[in-house]
């Protein structure tokens, strides 16, 4: 599976961006789709997760409320719409997949792993 991440960019506080993950596999809707950030000099961790139906999902504390994650399977992509943005959410953001029935929040339990794009929020 190839995951292509896009849409980052440079956003004032308070600002909006969506990102998104295009997947390269045909049985997309067989994999459980995970964002994940990257601060400088921090480790990965998670954002949010959804189900393969799409029907469940999960966010991490920092970022509920403000951010939604969402997929098409008939486009075989995966969003993270982001508002509300803070300074503190500035990190390299990373789309993962993996094939399994729960919902994992950590990036050891991610099989594959897109290329990353920036997101920066000046204040």
């Known amino acids: 599976v190839q995951l292509q991440a896009s849409g980052g960019g440079l956003v004032q506080a308070g600002g909006s961006l969506r990102l998104s993950c295009a997947a390269s596999?045909?049985?997309?809707?067989?994999?459980?789709m995970g964002w994940f950030r990257q601060a400088i000099g921090k480790e990965r961790e998670f954002v949010a997760v959804?189900?393969?139906?799409?029907?469940?999902?999960n966010y991490a504390g920092s970022v509920k409320g403000r951010f939604t994650i969402s997929r098409d399977n008939a486009k075989n992509t995966v969003y993270l719409q982001m508002n509300s943005l803070k300074p503190e959410d500035t990190a390299v953001y990373y789309c993962?997949?993996?094939?399994?029935?729960?919902?994992?929040?950590?990036?050891?339990?991610?099989?594959?792993w897109g290329q990353g794009t920036q997101v920066t929020v000046s204040s």
């Open positions: 596999a045909r049985t997309f809707s067989n994999y459980v």
């Open positions: 993962a997949a993996v094939d399994v029935v729960i919902l994992p929040t950590t990036p050891d339990r991610y099989s594959y």
């Open positions: 959804i189900s393969q139906s799409g029907r469940i999902t």
